[in-house]
């Protein structure tokens, strides 16, 4: 069961123990001390073998934030990357550029697949890697309008017009999962000009049906 914080403002370490271990879920968990030291901790596998990850002292690391700083773990995983040689290697600017959109894409997907049929989760990802595989090569926090506008008209220009709006809304849904998450400041996607950028789609003409009388 997740944490709460009431629930982690109440936490002790039995009397007799060292330290005692509270799990978060997904990796992040709790190390409550018997010196009443309450510390953050991420457990991952990475090439084969486990690591733990120190994500500092509660509160001065709250609750959202540590949940923050093991979702960027997590993504930088699906990269190939090893959180702990990251911080080592980089400054935490450097770390966040290494955040890009294609890997938030699939946090998001797998995160709501269990929603969907597993035909439409299918569709979703052909999105996530055909119609947004150029914005899937950047930095979360550097994808501006003008990225959206580029892909958008690609999509206009390969005859996938029609599809452009829901994309777009799939777009807009991964920068909100990454505004929450704490992944980036803004949201281009949101209140994007779409029917001002590509051309009015025709209408669809329906045809009278043909009604056969039979005597």
């Not at 959109?101 to 035909?119: G, P, V």
């Amino acid at each position: 069961m997740p944490l709460t914080a009431l629930e982690i403002k109440k936490l002790t370490c039995p009397e007799g123990q060292a330290q005692r271990k509270i799990s978060d879920g997904n990796g992040l968990f709790l190390l409550v001390k018997s010196s009443g030291s309450k510390l953050w901790r991420f457990r991952y596998r990475y090439a084969g073998k486990h690591q733990e990850l120190a994500f500092g002292k509660y509160p001065t690391i709250p609750l959202a934030d540590a949940r923050t700083m093991a979702v960027k773990a997590r993504a930088m995983l699906v990269e190939g990357i090893n959180p702990a040689s990251a911080r080592r290697e980089a400054k935490d600017a450097t770390v966040s550029s290494a955040l890009k959109f294609s890997k938030i894409a699939l946090l998001w997907w797998d995160q709501q697949a269990d929603s969907w049929t597993q035909l439409h989760g299918k569709k979703v990802k052909r999105w996530i890697e055909q119609d947004m595989k150029e914005l899937g090569k950047l930095p979360v926090d550097q994808i501006d309008q003008g990225h959206l506008t580029d892909m958008v008209l690609s999509m206009e220009a390969k005859g996938h017009a029609r599809s452009a709006s829901t994309v777009m809304s799939v777009v807009n849904r991964i920068f909100g999962y990454a505004l929450a998450n704490r992944l980036t400041r803004t949201n281009p996607a949101q209140g994007f000009p779409l029917s001002d950028i590509t051309k009015p789609l025709p209408k669809v003409k329906h045809r009278a049906a043909i009604t056969v009388v039979v005597k």
